[in-house]
């Protein structure tokens, strides 16, 4: 990875490339392959995984075998800085959906270079800091869309889409032309194309359901 590519990230904005090197020199690099664990919810970790490729989901375990992907991140992005930050234990866990390469920063060694170059170290929580400050925007955004965004459920008034996933209580969901599918409400996403519901099956099997093809929905 040239040094070049490192400077276009947001992590490194406005961080000369002499800068990078020096974080780059105080990171480990770790190769990783499909399907393999970053960390997992509740692990103890004091440690900041910046993606050089690859891709990593990051998901929360419901109960049983279900777990919720929160999102999904790619070269450029960073995993675990709250930990990092805080060392509090891992708030979601993280696994690759492709063999991807790492660099992983931990406090003892950031400390070496808030010791030997603060100025360096100053800029770099400068820009970690907007990172956190860009996702909590956009989780009170989806927080507050999710408290709006409510349907007529049979038998129950208007509930909540986000409180039927949390609880993953068995739904069938009426679709226009007559269809109809049973099964729990994993998630809500919204994307410029609109609303969407990802259903678990009673078969095991996932489907993405487009929230405007949805006439009602009842829980069983």
């Known amino acids: 990875m040239r040094l070049v590519e490192l400077d276009k990230w947001r992590l490194f ?3 000369a ?10 990171c480990e690099e770790r190769f990783l392959m499909t399907d393999e664990e970053l960390f997992s919810e509740g692990d103890s970790g004091d440690s900041l995984w910046i993606i050089q ?3 990593v989901d990051v998901f929360k375990h419901i109960r049983g075998d279900i777990d919720r992907t929160l999102a999904s991140l790619g070269p450029g992005d960073v995993i675990g800085e709250m930990s990092f930050i805080d060392q ?3 708030s979601a866990g993280a696994r690759t959906v492709e063999p991807g390469e790492f660099l992983v920063l931990t406090r003892n060694s950031f400390q070496g270079v808030q010791r030997e170059r603060p ?9 970690l800091a907007s990172i956190l400050a860009a996702r909590l925007r956009t989780t ?3 927080y507050r869309e999710s408290v709006a965004f409510s349907i007529e459920a049979t038998g129950a008034g208007r509930l909540n889409l986000m409180a039927l996933s949390e609880e993953l ?7 226009s032309g007559g269809i109809f599918m049973t099964g729990r409400i994993l998630q809500m996403d919204s994307s410029p194309a609109g609303y969407t519901l990802v259903l678990k099956e009673k078969s095991g099997k996932i489907a993405i359901v487009p929230y405007h093809a949805v006439q009602r929905i009842e829980i069983d």
Do not use: H, Q, W
């Not at 800068?19 to 020199?25: K, P």
């Not at 209580?169 to 679709?175: A, E, G, K, N, S």
């Open 13 to 15: 904005a406005d961080l």
């Open 88 to 90: 509090s234990r891992r």
């Open 169 to 175: 209580r068995p739904v069938t969901i009426y679709l």
């Open 53 to 55: 490729s690859g891709r």
């Open 17 to 26: 490339a002499s800068d990078v090197d020096v974080i780059v020199a105080a």
């Open 140 to 142: 009170n955004e989806l």
């Open 119 to 127: 100025e360096i170290a100053a800029g770099f929580y400068r820009n």
